[in-house]
């Protein structure tokens, strides 16, 4: 491992990262609230992704995407939790440029797939609200089939070269990164090249990306708002919206924790390190924390499904 200096030409081998560069004391008290999120999002969705499985009345277009959202979000906490919780534990803080890039590239995909699931949530409630005769005819289990496939190909192709163009970088002097997670920012500022063009790429597919997502999911609930507003029979305009009441809470936490993350790092020389530090870990945890606890306590089906589940298990 070369040594983490500035006036070093040996090219680097390994990252070294470094949580909470100012407040490293903060650590261990950190890794305990940050365990027990660890534990609920992966019990809370590895419970809803087989209580869908088991459960066949929950074999339904809008379960199914749900269970994608579940996945990512199973995927994208192993991918940057664990490291997190060794270096808290365990003082392991070295990570290869290997891992380091897949990490980078999980992170900067998945994100993008995330939002472009709650899009294609926010289209069936479109449909299902707007087009209630013609909703089995256009959501099909072949649509989800397809709209997966969309999810994963788009967004892994355009945020792949995010991690290439920092893999491509020449690394011969500083290798510690200051934050927890391989982010791209913090590793192509140890680069010995000029890392501009990597920068606007990250800038701009991430901006389209998660623009027209929101967009589009703004779109469509402008359109599902519109119809309900039209409803004469009483109370079909309160149950029309409690059927996107959970939807719309995950697309709230989901956008407000993004808006954070976002606004922190525009100001970041008014922010401490630390505080960027810790909302990029809990952008990470939070949402998919949450995620699973919220259709599983606002959906009648999931709830009982869940209860059938444990009644078997006994």
């Known amino acids: 491992?070369?040594?983490?200096?500035?006036?070093?030409?040996?090219?680097?081998?390994?990252?070294?990262?470094?949580?909470?560069?100012?407040?490293?004391?903060?650590?261990?008290?950190?890794?305990?609230?940050l365990s027990l999120l660890f534990l609920l999002a992966?019990?809370?969705?590895?419970?809803?992704?087989?209580?869908?499985?088991?459960?066949?009345?929950?074999?339904q277009p809008l379960y199914y995407l749900l269970s994608l959202l579940s996945l990512l979000d199973i995927v994208l906490c192993l991918t940057v939790i664990p490291k997190v919780l060794a270096i808290f534990w365990y003082d392991l803080r070295s990570i290869s440029f290997p891992a380091c890039f897949l990490q980078m590239f999980i992170m900067n995909s998945f994100l993008p797939m995330?939002?472009?699931?709650?899009?294609?949530?926010?289209?069936?409630?479109?449909?299902?609200?707007?087009?209630?005769?013609?909703?089995?005819?256009i959501i099909t289990n072949q649509f989800v089939a397809k709209a997966s496939v969309f999810i994963v190909v788009r967004n892994a192709l355009l945020t792949a070269p995010i991690p290439i163009l920092t893999s491509l970088l020449h690394y011969c002097g500083e290798n510690v990164i200051e934050n927890c997670i391989c982010a791209n920012l913090s590793v192509s500022r140890l680069s010995c090249d000029n890392f501009t063009l990597n920068r606007i790429y990250q800038f701009v597919a991430g901006w389209?990306?998660?623009?027209?997502?929101?967009?589009?999911?703004f779109l469509s609930y402008t359109f599902i708002l519109r119809a309900v507003l039209r409803f004469k029979a009483e109370g079909a305009a309160v149950k029309a919206l409690s059927t996107c009441g959970s939807h719309f809470i995950l697309i709230l936490f989901f956008s407000t924790i993004l808006l954070v993350v976002v606004l922190t790092n525009v100001a970041r020389k008014k922010v401490p390190m630390d505080i960027l530090i810790l909302l990029n870990v809990l952008h990470h945890l939070i949402p998919p924390a949450l995620n699973p606890i919220v259709?599983?306590?606002?959906?009648?089906?999931?709830?009982?499904?869940?209860?059938?589940?444990?009644?078997?298990?006994?």
Not at 2 to 29: K, M
Not at 114 to 137: G, K, N, Q
Not at 208 to 216: A, P
């Open 114 to 137: 995330e939002s472009c699931t709650f899009m294609v949530m926010a289209y069936d409630r479109y449909v299902a609200i707007c087009h209630p005769l013609r909703y089995p005819s």
């Open 1 to 33: 491992m070369a040594s983490p200096s500035n006036s070093s030409t040996v090219p680097v081998s390994e990252f070294l990262l470094i949580c909470f560069p100012n407040f490293q004391s903060w650590q261990h008290w950190l890794s305990l609230p």
């Open 208 to 217: 389209t990306l998660l623009g027209s997502d929101l967009f589009l999911i």
């Open 42 to 59: 992966m019990g809370a969705n590895t419970t809803l992704l087989i209580t869908i499985q088991l459960e066949a009345s929950l074999h």
């Open 295 to 314: 259709y599983g306590v606002r959906t009648k089906e999931i709830k009982q499904g869940i209860q059938k589940l444990l009644q078997r298990g006994r």
